[in-house]
């Protein structure tokens, strides 16, 4: 198992409720959280993507996890509504590490199996989010009902649960969201596995897709110290370049 | 899909019928067997105050050290293996680290190293290692045990140059540890303690007195007056202070006392808490057994001795996992004529007790 992670709490204007948001966070026991951007395209004009802040304009101090001696971790993450797509296409093509199943609604789809195991196989997961079920009533009834659909194509795998909550009271502790996948049909073991160890699938499948396979990247060095003489014993080929660090 | 959600995850309890005057009884072992011990708990019923030797008992129990981001290679310190590990008795957990989430490690007394590591960590590391035996789908825990006694661990040996440059090279594994070192104290342990910051602690002795407390009627050990799950169950409810009444306007709890019943007058509850050493609580044991005898009018003493659920080992060094809880712990059931009910309890991701 990997430590527990929550990969979607909405931005807000808010700092203080943020601060509040990722202290809540760590209290309850998650040692990874992001910071969910949700950005709509709209329809005529076209609108710039928001980019990231650095966590520290955010918040000053991270915060302890709990009953550990290390600061929790925050990531930034984007999330785009596709309003003119098919499930069929953002399973089989887009190149994306999540795809969220939406909640504010009885899906009008059932959940193929030939899209889902394609997404499976290309490493993209699924995700359900629970505080609007903690919201309101009738959304229960959607996110169960869309839960259990997805739970019949997916078998368990390849899914991670997380809050997009926007409020702090919205957060559950990381047992707790066990439970709640019980309710959704998943086994002890899957259900643990949805806010930890797919989440850590995740977030590699993220990095594979900045880098060439997560094999090579490339990054900047600071040099501090002064470049070799020209006159150096060392043939030109071999004196260090400084500036290319593989 | 819809799961059975009346359904626990599994449990496993072994009980057990035998008394101290037996030549057969394993009770040693068992109680020697759970090395990292959390919490002791006590059950007296009939008694106001405890008597002077089982006061002291109670608080004789050994101190230990905690030490503050010790970085791991330490253990392999060759002063430390020299004063402490080759003599045995030294007993380290790491702290404040969960057993389903992060690394943790375990010294046990015989000189075995546990580090059970999640993938990462056992990737960059390079040493051998099994995978968990509670993995699911795909292996994301792998247990690596060292034999530090072993020749091949000696310093300077091979086995151990490999250790060593996997824990100062490869992966800086640093944690806070909990040692123990029994009956050394800490003067074996002064390589470590003089080069980190630590602090000395004791185990925290807290007791309860209770009045009008139904007890199940517990005859002797050869009649089953009782079942074990039920008695259990009332037990925790005692320690954990939770009302055993039942009352229709109360929905917090709906745990009743197993009949058959009577009502004590007095019942004293204690508890120790630290890293208790299983010497200790064998001596606890004794003292026990030495308050039941004649003129004591006890019908019985409850002993429970819980292990730490974030520990890699359990009975052994049996691995030892946590899914929901992390629980495993015996109770010791004592009665005036030397016999003993002896139950073992553990969770899910453990296999079963000895």
Same mark, same amino acid.
């Given at each position: ?31 990874? /959280? ?30 302890? /996890?709990?009953?550990? &001696? ?14 003119? &797509?098919?499930?069929?296409?953002? @399973? ?60 019949? &194509? @997916? ?43 797919? @989440? ?31 006159? @150096? ?14 | ?13 072994? =009980? ?279 003129? =004591? ?58």
């Amino acid at each position: 198992m990997s430590v527990f992670m929550d990969l979607s709490l909405i931005l807000t204007e808010d700092r203080s409720g943020l601060r509040l948001l990722v202290d809540t966070a760590a209290h309850l026991g998650f040692s990874t /959280v992001a910071i969910n951007y949700v950005f709509e395209p709209p329809a005529k004009k076209k609108q710039e993507i928001p980019s990231p802040k650095p966590i520290h304009e955010l918040i000053d101090q991270l915060p302890i /996890v709990q009953g550990r &001696s290390w600061p929790i971790r925050v990531l930034n993450r984007l999330t785009v509504v596709m309003s003119d &797509s098919t499930h069929f296409a953002a @399973c089989m093509t887009y190149d994306v590490d999540i795809i969220c199943v939406p909640v504010t609604e009885k899906l009008p789809f059932f959940f193929k199996r030939a899209p889902v195991n394609g997404a499976v196989d290309r490493g993209v997961v699924f995700e359900v989010s629970y505080s609007a079920a903690i919201r309101d009533t009738t959304m229960r009834r959607y996110t169960i009902a869309n839960a259990i659909s997805l739970m019949e &194509s @997916c078998k368990g795998k390849n899914l991670i649960m997380s809050s997009a909550a926007e409020k702090h009271l919205e957060l559950r502790g990381p047992y707790d969201i066990t439970n709640l996948g019980l309710l959704f049909g998943l086994s002890e073991e899957d259900a643990k596995e949805a806010i930890s160890s797919t @989440c850590r699938s995740v977030l590699l499948h993220a990095d594979t897709r900045k880098t060439a396979s997560g094999i090579v990247y490339t990054m900047k060095t600071r040099q501090q110290g002064a470049l070799p003489p020209p006159d @150096c014993e060392a043939p030109a080929a071999k004196r260090p370049k400084p500036h290319l660090t593989a | 899909m819809w799961t059975d959600l009346t359904r626990t995850p599994r449990t496993l309890l072994v =009980c057990e019928r035998s008394s101290f005057l037996d030549e057969k009884s394993r009770l040693r072992e068992q109680v020697e067997q759970l090395h990292f011990n959390y919490k002791v708990s006590v059950l007296l019923p009939e008694c106001d105050s405890a008597p002077s030797h089982l006061e002291a008992a109670f608080k004789s129990f050994s101190s230990f050290y905690l030490i503050k981001k010790l970085p791991l290679f330490e253990l392999l310190d060759k002063n430390f293996l020299e004063a402490a590990v080759y003599q045995g008795n030294v007993y380290g957990l790491s702290y404040r680290t969960r057993i389903d989430e992060d690394n943790c490690v375990a010294l046990m007394p015989n000189g075995q190293l546990c580090l059970s590591l999640d993938k990462d960590s056992f990737e960059m590391l390079g040493l051998e290692g099994k995978p968990s035996r509670f993995n699911h789908r795909a292996a994301s825990r792998y247990v690596v045990s060292l034999d530090l006694t072993d020749s091949r661990m000696a310093p300077g040996g091979r086995g151990y140059q490999r250790v060593l440059t996997g824990l100062t090279s490869r992966v800086q594994l640093q944690m806070d540890i909990l040692l123990s070192h029994h009956p050394g104290g800490g003067a074996a342990l002064q390589s470590l303690l003089s080069r980190y910051s630590w602090t000395e602690l004791t185990p925290e002795v807290s007791k309860r007195r209770l009045t009008q407390l139904p007890c199940p009627t517990l005859l002797t050990s050869d009649l089953q007056s009782c079942d074990p799950h039920s008695f259990l169950e009332w037990l925790g409810a005692v320690d954990a202070d939770v009302s055993c009444e039942n009352s229709s306007s109360s929905f917090l709890s709906s745990l009743v006392c197993p009949e058959p019943m009577t009502t004590a007058s007095h019942v004293l509850s204690i508890s120790i808490c630290g890293l208790l050493v299983p010497q200790d609580v064998h001596r606890l044991i004794q003292e026990l057994r030495c308050y039941l005898e004649p003129p =004591c009018k006890a019908p019985w003493v409850a002993l429970t001795v819980h292990g730490f659920s974030d520990s890699p080992v359990t009975w052994g060094s049996r691995e030892h996992g946590a899914l929901r809880g992390g629980e495993h712990f015996y109770t010791l059931l004592l009665f005036p004529d030397h016999t003993y009910r002896l139950h073992l309890a553990t969770g899910a991701h453990d296999n079963c007790p000895p």
